[in-house]
């Protein structure tokens, strides 16, 4: 497992700062029920995956029951974070069905969905109904759902992701993300209807 700043520095100011976004995350859902959200990172140069773990950690330290979903079929991370097997996953799920193959990360609480196989046509897979099934299926099973995909403005996946989620939390990355491209990412968003919480900026001190 990568050293995840959240698990060797619990109580240092990066495991606050997730752990402060956790709580955010919890008031937002005090009107509207906010299970599924998806981390959305703007562009290639944001360090989605690792922002995504560090917040499924805190989440479980706090009690949580969490599944972090790799959504990622092109360049998935999450297996290698978690050190586990990305024989099966989420690709392998949603052609053929069966259980979740979820497996338990190395935190009390914290189940991951790795990636699969690199399949050739991630759009044609995610456009399919198939998706909203399955996502219900993982529903019954935790208290919140965090899900890792493309950058917003690389690719569609970002885009149908977050057509079937209950809230988006926008990755800008502080030392190279610009406004406008920010701005791009915020309505791509907005035109599939996607709930967005808000931004988190990170590597601010690169700014």
Do not use: C
């Amino acid at each position: 497992m990568v050293n995840l700043t959240t698990i060797v520095d619990p109580h240092g100011a990066v495991a606050e700062a997730y752990q402060s976004l956790r709580t955010s995350l919890e008031f937002s859902s005090l009107e509207k029920p906010v299970k599924v959200i998806l981390l959305a990172a703007v562009d290639a140069n944001t360090e989605k995956s690792t922002a995504a773990a560090n917040l499924a950690v805190v989440m479980a330290q706090a009690g949580d029951r969490v599944i972090l979903v790799d959504g990622d079929l092109r360049r998935p991370h999450q297996h290698e974070i978690f050190g586990l097997n990305n024989q099966l996953g989420l690709s392998r799920w949603l052609e053929s069905g069966g259980e979740p193959p979820l497996q338990p990360a190395n935190i009390e609480g914290l189940q991951v969905l790795t990636a699969g196989p690199i399949v050739g046509n991630p759009v044609a897979l995610l456009s399919t109904r198939r998706l909203h099934e399955r996502l219900a299926e993982l529903r019954e099973r935790a208290d919140y759902i965090l899900l890792d995909a493309p950058p917003v403005l690389e690719v569609t996946d970002a885009a149908l992701w977050a057509s079937q989620v209950d809230g988006v939390v926008l990755l800008v990355n502080g030392g190279s993300t610009k406004r406008d491209q920010a701005q791009r990412a915020k309505s791509i968003l907005e035109r599939v209807h996607a709930h967005v919480l808000g931004a988190v900026l990170l590597n601010a001190e690169k700014r």
